[in-house]
């Protein structure tokens, strides 16, 4: 692509980025944190009722230009996570809302940074379904303990559908194909009582990510029932009782679709399991 290529809407939305655009409902703020008592950007954005922050060495590191122009109604293309800082003096732990990725729309600099993004998470891709090749009878063996479980989690969460941007291959296959060829020793990663528990402990658009992956995984033995238990215990450990509502009787299609939706969603926001 042309070095004068900007990140847009329209195209952010056709590589099927479209939900991790956020929106600024004022402008970028670069203050001390009340807690951390150290330099930090904060974003308020209107999809997220948190402050979520960005680190100065990402700014600085990645050389991102943060303009005064950058105010309410602006979009950014953003990946979030959440993390832990310690306090530099007493070393109490501080939660915070963190930007993972961030990129600017509207400026050619970001766009070339977005494609090495891309071309790294392909990469990362890549690598991820060539474990799966090499380790796929192990799955199950894996999957008997929180440790094996997790290890696991880790390398479906870097299976994706990333986009070429240079073009010179075709679109990565998707995540149903990867489910199909490998639904063996996935079936039983899926069955495990303490995979929503640690699913839900990744970041939103992580474990958002392997949801899709694991929810195309047939059961031989299971069946759709197998789905069905699935999705009831991701609801279960997410301690949302519309949630756990939702997913306690379907019967019908339309209720697995709503089913469906309503874990999504969850998901990929920034919620976490209520204490």
């Not at 329209?10 to 600024?24: K, N």
């Amino acid at each position: 692509m042309a070095k004068g290529a900007v990140l847009d809407e329209s195209f952010i939305s056709a590589i099927g980025l479209g939900e991790q655009l956020v929106t600024l409902s004022r402008p970028i703020g670069n203050q001390r944190h009340p807690v951390l008592d150290e330099q930090i950007f904060d974003l308020h954005v209107s999809e997220h009722p948190e402050i979520i922050y960005l680190e100065r060495s990402y700014v600085f590191e990645h050389q991102v230009s943060i303009k005064p122009t950058y105010d309410k109604g602006t979009r950014l293309l953003i990946w979030l996570q959440r993390t832990v800082h310690r306090h530099p003096a007493t070393k109490a732990p501080v939660p915070l809302l963190l930007a993972r990725e961030l990129f600017l729309l509207g400026d050619w600099r970001e766009f070339q940074r977005f494609k090495m993004f891309v071309k790294s998470m392909r990469i990362l891709d890549a690598q991820a379904r060539e474990w799966l090749t090499n380790h796929h009878q192990e799955l199950p063996e894996l999957a008997a303990t929180d440790a094996g479980l997790v290890r696991v989690l880790e390398h479906l969460g870097q299976v994706a559908e990333w986009p070429d941007l240079d073009g010179a291959t075709n679109r990565a296959n998707a995540l149903e194909a990867v489910a199909k060829t490998f639904g063996k020793g996935l079936s039983v990663v899926r069955a495990s009582p303490t995979l929503p528990k640690l699913l839900l402990a990744f970041a939103p658009d992580v474990r958002f990510n392997i949801f899709r992956l694991l929810s195309f995984v047939e059961d031989e033995k299971g069946g759709s029932q197998a789905l069905i238990r699935f999705l009831a215990n991701i609801a279960g450990a997410s301690g949302d009782p519309e949630l756990v509502r939702a997913t306690r009787e379907l019967k019908t299609a339309r209720d697995l679709q709503e089913a469906f939706g309503r874990v999504r969603k969850f998901l990929f926001s920034v919620h976490t399991p209520a204490a």
